[in-house]
């Protein structure tokens, strides 16, 4: 998927969630809107170097937009909006194997929520659930969520629903950081999580962890699957 031009700062403090303060190389500041709910655990330290989009939107509070923030010398995708765009495309593209020549309906409901995708076709309804992973539990391991995730675990029950209703049921895991080799649930953050997740694999729920990468030359132009990664409980 290719990404929007991007521009080169530094990141000087993120903030209520959704707003960063970044410094550019003429020693200006801005505040740019940052696309992500979770606590971006190891992707929000001062200083670091980032790429931020600009929009010409008057109805927009702030013109930037966080995409990037660099992470032990590599790109990390930090908008977890893009992460369904990038998963969809695989989807529509045929890339994830065994979820291949399905219709792809984007943000469907089931229960009391909405999930990623509906996908149908021969075999019946998959549902599907995309979560984007930036944290590194372990110098090899990386895990999810990177804090307390209640809407997480919200989603885990009513993937397992579907599979009581004899439907397929998928939670895939978008890995941005290039140096996790496996995946595991973070435990030690969101130990109901953990247990969760658990009891969903021996409900049936399918689980697949694909890594992606981030490419360009001085700046990262495009963001792709890579490659499927192991999991371990």
């Known amino acids: 998927m290719n990404l929007p031009p ?3 700062a530094r990141l000087l403090r993120r903030y209520q969630r959704f707003l960063a303060d970044l410094q550019l190389a ?5 505040t740019a809107h940052v696309p992500n709910t979770g606590s971006m655990r190891q992707c929000a ?11 010409d ?56 929520s909405r999930l990623d995708f509906l996908l149908q076709g021969t075999g019946g309804p998959v549902w599907l659930e995309v979560k984007n ?12 969520p990177d804090a307390v995730s209640e809407r997480g675990r919200r989603h885990l029950l009513e993937l397992m629903a579907a599979r009581q209703q004899g439907q397929r049921a998928v939670l895939l895991f ?19 999580y953990a247990r969760q997740f658990e009891a969903a694999l021996q409900a049936g729920v399918e689980v697949q962890v694909w890594q992606t990468a981030v490419t360009g030359d001085e700046l ?3 963001v792709q699957i890579v490659r499927r990664l192991p999991f371990i409980v």
């Open 220 to 222: 990262p132009c495009q």
């Open 133 to 144: 992973v930036t944290l590194m539990s372990t110098p090899v391991c990386a895990g999810f």
């Open 57 to 112: 939107n008057p109805r927009r509070k702030y013109a930037a937009t966080l995409e990037l923030v660099q992470v032990a010398g590599a790109w990390v995708d930090i908008n977890t909006q893009r992460s369904n765009r990038v998963v969809e495309e695989a989807l529509r593209a045929g890339w994830l194997a065994d979820l291949a020549g399905f219709r792809v309906l984007p943000e469907q409901r089931l229960g009391a």
């Open 174 to 192: 978008l890995v941005q950081r290039p140096e996790a080799r496996l995946f595991a649930p973070a435990a030690d953050i969101d130990p109901a």
């Open 6 to 8: 991007l521009y080169p």
């Open 26 to 30: 003429d020693g200006r500041q801005l």
């Open 45 to 55: 330290e001062p200083g670091s170097a980032v790429a931020y989009s600009l929009v």
